[in-house]
């Protein structure tokens, strides 16, 4: 049995599904058949519960011993407050862990998570209505996107040498450097290239539109049947179905005054994040 030795602690809809790819090409690296196990996250309800994978003995199967670089991406794992607890329990059980944090500009990937909530898990209230109301930072919208308060619980835990945090724009736009930046950090050979690095997974316009009784079916019953199956052939099948039975879902527009709300939301997150890690973020728009 083994454990992990590193983690991609998220940010939700910043990557983490190309990145997880990008890594197990490498053949020095190890991560798990099952992208997002979940194991350190807390459930929340029944239904996350049969998607996360609950017992060490069935997370220990999901990674080859033989393999000295394995890894995992949850990017639940970086949801504070919604999700609580995680940097301590996994400090509990891999305490030389290390952490690649894949972050995107804040507003975007406010509005990516709520397509991918309308698209995948039945949220039918419009993305105006949604963000009405910021001062509830529990909004897994709102709290993915809180970067540097995530930053800062994993580093009373870990140091800082253990945390990598990549930003999303580079890795689209200069992907074999920010591989490159990502196979030095976890001590593995940085020259490794692939052609399957040209491959990006879970494109925005690739999304569509579930009901939300369809939602909770796939929830219960189609995914915990289906997340042992290979990623691409998971993925092949899935895509293939949505294309026949359901209706593309376009991408979500924001309000100049939603906007405006947002950006003043995250200016002093961001701040804080760019002098935890010296990084400029040049694209973003905060």
């Known amino acids: 049995m083994a454990l992990p030795t590193f983690f991609i602690i998220g940010a939700p809809k910043a990557g983490t599904t190309s990145l997880h790819y990008y890594l197990n090409q490498h053949p020095q690296i190890q991560m798990s058949a099952i992208k997002e196990p979940r194991f350190f996250a807390p459930p929340l309800n029944p239904l996350n519960e049969k998607r996360r994978v609950n017992r060490l003995d069935k997370y220990e199967r999901l990674f080859d011993p033989a393999i000295g670089v394995r890894g995992e991406?949850?990017?639940?794992?970086?949801?504070?407050?919604?999700?609580?607890?995680?940097?301590?329990r996994i400090k509990k059980l891999v305490p030389d862990a290390k952490f690649v944090y894949l972050v995107r500009d804040p507003v975007e990937r406010t509005i990516s998570h709520y397509d991918h909530l309308v698209a995948s898990e039945g949220e039918r209230r419009s993305l105006t209505e949604t963000l009405s109301d910021l001062s509830d930072p529990r909004l897994p919208y709102i709290c993915a996107s809180l970067y540097a308060l995530q930053l800062e619980l994993y580093l009373r835990e870990f140091s800082q040498q253990r945390m990598l945090v990549a930003d999303q724009a580079e890795l689209l736009t200069d992907r074999r450097a920010t591989l490159q930046k990502i196979?030095?950090?976890?001590?593995?050979?940085?020259?490794?290239?692939?052609?399957?690095?040209?491959?990006?997974?879970?494109?925005?316009?690739?999304?569509?539109?579930?009901?939300?009784?369809?939602?909770?079916?796939?929830?219960?019953?189609?995914?915990?049947?289906?997340?042992?199956?290979?990623?691409?052939?998971?993925?092949?099948?899935?895509?293939?179905?949505?294309?026949?039975?359901?209706?593309?879902?376009?991408?979500?527009?924001?309000?100049?005054?939603?906007?405006a709300r947002l950006e003043e939301l995250y200016t002093g997150e961001i701040e804080r994040l760019r002098t935890l890690t010296g990084k400029a973020f040049p694209s973003w728009s905060v």
């Open 183 to 259: 196979f030095a950090f976890l001590g593995v050979d940085d020259a490794f290239d692939s052609s399957r690095f040209e491959i990006e997974q879970n494109r925005g316009e690739e999304h569509r539109t579930y009901s939300p009784r369809l939602a909770r079916f796939v929830g219960r019953t189609i995914r915990p049947r289906t997340q042992w199956l290979p990623p691409r052939i998971r993925q092949t099948v899935r895509r293939s179905a949505e294309r026949v039975l359901l209706p593309t879902h376009e991408k979500s527009t924001l309000d100049a005054e939603s906007r």
């Open 73 to 88: 991406a949850s990017p639940n794992y970086s949801e504070y407050p919604f999700r609580q607890g995680v940097p301590e």
